[in-house]
């Protein structure tokens, strides 16, 4: 684990975002590098600051945050988010791993869940509030779930298209075509692009 773990801390309630602020203080390894009130900023500063990790409100004023989370992972593959949120409906758990969301936890979650989840996602790992594993475990019966834009990676890589193709086809670069290729590689266990094309539909992830 490195010996900092920044983090951008991302709500629509001032008073939410000072009380995780004060919490994370107690924890002297986490630096909080910046604070956004709605989606549209936290993209914004996540993309400037580039912070370990972006613990990120479900509920905002104009783009929330799961939107918020797939426009981020969009433009920076690498970017690893902590949802946060007071709501545990089952809905919004698989829309928050399918926006590319690393974990998820509850804004009651007691200050030693909160750094292990932080601490967990900001090595690369998915993280889970244990409160939340029976409704985490129905949401993800189909398997480790991929974003809905590696599944549309998938889907043209299974049309035979070239990373270069894909590129252009979807306005992004080829660096973060071959990202997220990397990230459905491992989330399918896949040795390569023609073995993950085999998974997917076999699963019946793409047609």
């Known amino acids: 684990m490195p010996d900092e773990i920044t983090a951008l801390?991302?709500?629509?309630?001032?008073?939410?975002r000072e009380g995780l602020r004060l919490s994370l203080s107690r924890a002297p390894h986490i630096r909080v590098v910046g604070e956004a009130g709605d989606g549209a900023a936290a993209v914004e500063?996540?993309?400037?600051?580039?912070?370990?990790?972006?613990?990120m409100d479900v509920r905002m004023p104009g783009m929330d945050g799961l939107e918020a989370?797939?426009?981020?992972?969009?433009?920076?593959?690498?970017?690893?988010?902590?949802?946060?949120?007071?709501?545990?409906?089952r809905s919004l758990l698989t829309r928050g791993f399918e926006s590319g969301a690393k974990g998820y936890i509850l804004k009651e979650a007691p200050h030693s869940t909160l750094v292990r989840a932080i601490e967990k996602v900001a090595e690369g790992e998915a993280y889970v509030d244990p409160a939340l594993m029976p409704e985490f475990l129905a949401a993800r019966d189909q398997g480790e779930m991929l974003t809905a834009r590696e599944r549309e990676i998938l889907q043209l890589l299974a049309d035979g298209m070239s990373n270069a193709d894909v590129a252009a086809k979807l306005f992004i670069s080829q660096e973060t075509v071959k990202s997220h290729v990397r990230h459905i590689l491992t989330k399918l266990e896949a040795d390569t692009r023609t073995h993950a094309v085999a998974i997917a539909l076999r699963e019946a992830i793409i047609d």
Not at 45 to 55: G, W
Not at 69 to 89: C, G, H, M, N, W
């Open 9 to 16: 801390i991302v709500d629509d309630h001032e008073v939410v």
């Open 45 to 55: 500063l996540s993309l400037r600051r580039k912070p370990d990790v972006i613990i």
């Open 69 to 89: 989370t797939r426009l981020l992972l969009d433009q920076d593959p690498e970017a690893k988010v902590l949802i946060f949120t007071a709501y545990s409906e």
